[in-house]
């Protein structure tokens, strides 16, 4: 009877231990990503989209196009993809083109950037409020590990 028990407070534990790591995993570790900004222009709408444009700032073909399908699977808004002016690009970085930074940051921790390579670079004429760059250490980004 006395194994009965060892194994019965055994599994408990264990279940307990699983859940335990998935809270700590879920709030701590790996929390959800806001996908949306709040705005009061439009009293019907209090929430909008991220708009994205995803820029490969390499010669390595298909790093534009793996990010948009991760930030679309994530509910980001990529309306615009294409390669960058330049294909020297060493390390990823966001533009903030709006002045929202808090949008830029919102991406830049969906796709596991440091908030340290989110600059502002305002340029209202895109009509998006985020630009990524991708660079050749695209390697430490989430999409592409």
């Known amino acids: 009877m006395k194994t009965f028990y060892y194994i019965i407070i055994s599994i408990l534990a264990i279940i307990f231990l699983v859940f335990s790591y998935s809270f700590i ?3 701590f570790i790996a929390p959800p990503v806001e996908t949306t900004i709040k705005t009061n222009k439009n009293p019907h709408s ?6 994205i444009e995803v820029r490969n700032g390499t010669n390595i073909n298909g790093l534009a196009s793996k990010m948009t399908g991760y930030l679309r699977k994530m509910n980001f808004d990529v309306i615009a993809v294409g390669n960058w002016k330049h294909d ?3 390390t990823s970085l966001i533009y ?3 002045g929202n930074r808090t949008a830029s940051l919102y ?6 950037l440091e908030d340290s ?3 502002s670079q305002i340029d209202s004429s895109l009509l998006l409020n985020t630009t990524i760059i991708i660079g050749y250490d695209y390697k430490k980004l989430k999409p592409y590990k």
């Open 117 to 119: 390579l989110v600059y």
């Open 88 to 90: 020297t690009i060493s």
């Open 25 to 27: 995993y879920r709030v």
């Open 46 to 51: 209090n929430y909008k989209k991220i708009q």
């Open 107 to 112: 991406v830049a921790k969906a796709i596991g």
């Open 96 to 98: 903030d083109r709006l």
